[in-house]
Every structure is written in structure tokens, then in C-alpha cells.
């Protein structure tokens, strides 16, 4: 995937858009079946990481986009695909809903005991949505992610993650999974819109 400085327009130029074939806004509080958590302990506590069921986000791209069903048979750029939009809606319900990282061992242990509920512990605004959506054209697609956050600081965390330096507020592991070759992704405002172009 490479870093651009495009627009929704220009992208949709390239791709010569001619439809968007879906279109989904949700709310992580009334779709609790679409995401989970996943506990990493530390010397200091657990750090609570935030995924997205693979099976939501393989379903739409596999109904939507006939390439991707076959995937394994396409160059490595389809596969990376599904990684891609997985990640984007993961940042997406972690930013757009100002998640809470490093709990105490304490604040740990109640949560694996259930003593607290992890969606009021661990996020602020759990109903504000997240959209996704799909734009087809003849030369390729385009996965756009949006939430509802105040976004980042993306122009400088891929400067510094270009330059080899520590971007992120924890490992900050997903600007590089993200850097490879065959997509293509542009952030528009504050960084809480995503645009991921992919070529036939």
C-alpha cells in the first residue's frame, strides 16, 4: 500500500467510477457481534486490543467485490485487501470512540471477571456510528471508512513512520502493516475518513 495525497474525486476518476455497491452505518454499541477485544498483559496491566470480527468484514467485501472471492488465486494485493479494511475499521471504532488503553491490574481483573462491563469501561460515545462504503468502476474499487472521532495527526505519524521513528501512542503497528505495495490510501480532514484504492 502506498501513501497519496488524493482526493474521493480523483480516485474515483481513476477507478471510472460508475456506482457505489454498498453502503453500511452502524453502532458499535448495537452491533456488539461485529467486534471484540483482545487482552495483551503487561508488566503493568493489560493492554486492551480492539478487532473486528473477520467474518463481517470478509463477508461485504467477498459479496461486493467478485475479485476478492478468489483471492488466494490473485496476486497478493487482493489478499492484502481484506487486511486493509479490517484494520481501517479497527482504528475507526478505536479512534472514533476514544477507547481506553493499559488498564491497572486491578481495573484488569475486573474486567476478565466480569465485574465491569468492557464497553462502558474501556470507550467514551460507544453509539456513535461507523460507516463503511464501496465505490465500483471499471478500472478498480474504492472501501471508504469513516467514524465519527477527532481524528489524528496522520501527516506527521507517516512522516515519522517513513523516517523510522515511534509514531503511534502505543506500538503504533498499523500505518505499517498498512505500507504495502498494490493499494492505495488517502485520509481526508482530520484523519476519521479513510479511502482505500484498489486497481483490477
Not at 477507478?15 to 457481534?33: A, L
Not at 467514524?147 to 509514531?167: A, L, T, V
Amino acid at each position: 500500500m502506498v501513501f497519496v495525497n488524493k482526493s474521493l474525486e480523483q480516485m474515483m476518476e481513476e477507478i471510472k467510477f460508475n456506482r457505489i455497491i454498498f453502503f453500511d452505518f452502524w453502532s458499535p454499541m448495537e452491533h456488539k457481534e461485529r467486534w471484540h477485544f483482545s487482552a495483551i498483559e503487561y508488566e503493568f496491566g493489560i493492554d486492551l486490543v480492539t478487532n473486528v470480527q473477520t467474518k463481517y468484514v470478509n463477508q461485504n467485501l467477498e459479496e461486493h467485490i467478485p475479485e476478492t472471492q478468489n483471492s488466494i488465486n490473485y496476486s497478493n494485493k487482493w489478499n492484502q485487501l481484506f487486511t486493509m479494511v479490517g484494520l481501517a475499521l479497527e482504528n475507526a471504532l478505536t479512534r472514533g470512540h476514544e477507547m481506553f488503553y493499559a488498564l491497572s491490574k486491578k481495573e484488569s481483573d475486573d474486567l476478565i471477571k466480569g465485574l465491569s462491563e468492557l464497553p462502558s469501561k474501556c470507550f467514551t460515545n460507544i453509539d456513535l456510528p461507523i460507516s463503511i462504503k464501496i465505490f465500483s468502476g471499471e478500472e478498480g474499487y474504492i472501501v471508504r471508512v469513516r467514524d465519527s472521532g477527532k481524528g489524528f495527526s496522520y501527516q506527521e505519524c507517516i512522516q515519522k513512520k517513513r523516517n523510522g521513528e515511534h509514531y503511534g501512542k502505543t506500538f503504533g503497528t498499523g500505518l505499517r502493516v498498512m505500507d504495502e505495495p498494490g493499494i492505495e490510501i488517502s485520509y481526508e480532514g482530520t484523519g476519521s475518513v479513510i479511502n482505500i484504492m484498489i486497481l483490477k
